[in-house]
């Protein structure tokens, strides 16, 4: 859970360093992505079908949180609100 409040306080492997990078950019500022988002994805690892799947994913959770925040669906009792 730790890692979900900040994961630049913990120390992760490239791979997993990249991939919070790029999903934090595409979750804050999506019209910034760049060909070089992906291809730094690359450089650790990632191939393109993983890259897809994470792009789906990380965009899938961002569309469903503007959509329960924007019709104020409560959260599930286990689940902790940011501030």
């Known amino acids: 859970m730790a890692v979900q409040k900040n994961w630049r306080l913990h120390d992760l492997g ?14 804050r500022t999506p ?3 760049r060909e070089q988002d992906v291809e730094t994805l690359r450089g650790v690892g990632f191939d393109d079908l993983q890259i897809h799947d994470a792009t789906q994913v990380i965009s899938y959770f961002n569309y469903i949180n503007r959509v329960a925040d924007a019709v104020h669906v ?6 902790t609100a940011y501030p």
Do not use: H, S, V, Y
């Not at 490239?14 to 979750?27: G, I, K, M, V």
């Not at 409560?74 to 689940?79: A, G, I, R, V």
């Open 31 to 33: 019209g910034k992505m």
């Open 14 to 27: 490239a791979a997993d360093r990249a991939l919070c990078e790029f999903a934090e950019r595409l979750t």
């Open 74 to 79: 409560d959260l599930e009792p286990e689940m």
